[in-house]
Nanobody
């Protein structure tokens, strides 16, 4: 069974940076497309970024383009989300997901709070 564990969230001032990590276990990491989504208070979960198995195809929501970078290390079974120039509106619980075929797995989430 695939398991995902996010870490790296916290409280940061506007303009600051954080790097989220998501550790993958229970499967062949390199065969999964990985992604990040977020859910702000009172809102639905929303797409943030995704990366293909080899790391050469990256997609971002317009709201984070130029500020966030998704990457993966297939040797470490880990996907990252580097977040720069953080804004208060980036405050949310950030979730990692692993997708292959019809299967989509989610982590438990990590809280990111950006103060103004």
């Amino acid at each position: 069974q695939v398991q995902l564990v996010e870490s790296g969230g916290g409280l940061v001032q506007a303009g600051g940076s954080l790097r989220l990590s998501c550790a993958f276990s229970g499967g062949t990491f390199s065969s999964y497309r990985m992604g990040w989504s977020r859910q702000a208070p009172g809102k639905e979960r929303a797409f943030v970024a995704t990366i293909n198995w080899s790391g050469d195809r990256l997609y971002y929501d317009d709201s984070v383009k130029g500020r966030f970078t998704i990457s993966r290390d297939n040797a470490k079974n880990t996907v990252y989300l580097r977040m720069n120039s953080l804004k208060p509106e980036d405050t949310a619980v950030y979730y990692c997901n692993a997708q292959r075929g019809g299967n989509n797995y989610w982590g438990q989430g990590t809280q990111v709070t950006v103060s103004s």
